[in-house]
Nanobody, 123 residues
Framework: QVQLVESGGGLVQAGDSRRLSCAASGRTWRSYAMGWFRQAPGKERECVAAISWNGGVTYYADSVKGRFTISRDNAKNTVYLQMDSLKPEDTAVYYC????????????????WGQGTQVTVSS
């Protein structure tokens, strides 16, 4: 079992930066690939970034490439999403998720989810 708790959301202005954190617990979470997803009202949940268990492989959605950075610190049981140059279209609830077998961008392939944190970007 893996438990995930996101933090760091809030209201920011366009162009600002924000870092989201995902605190993980559970005996085997460090062997899990991790992903950050977001869901805006009326839209499907999408993967914005994902990282392999050791940080060696990453994935980014085209919409955030060059602006967002995913990282993990297994010693601190935390996964991060650094978001720079935020845009109003980045407004969404952001979720952290864990997947037991390898990195994926498909939300249905993730096993554990956090409760989400709201990020609102004003223009």
């Amino acid at each position: 079992q893996v438990q995930l708790v996101e933090s760091g959301g809030g209201l920011v202005q366009a162009g600002d930066s924000r870092r989201l954190s995902c605190a993980a617990s559970g005996r085997t979470w460090r062997s899990y690939a991790m992903g950050w997803f977001r869901q805006a009202p009326g839209k499907e949940r999408e993967c914005v970034a994902a990282i392999s268990w050791n940080g060696g492989v990453t994935y980014y959605a085209d919409s955030v490439k060059g602006r967002f950075t995913i990282s993990r610190d297994n010693a601190k049981n935390t996964v991060y999403l650094q978001m720079d140059s935020l845009k109003p279209e980045d407004t969404a609830v952001y979720y952290c998720a864990a997947r037991q077998f390898g990195l994926s961008s498909r939300y249905k392939e993730y096993d554990y989810w956090g409760q989400g944190t709201q990020v609102t970007v004003s223009s």
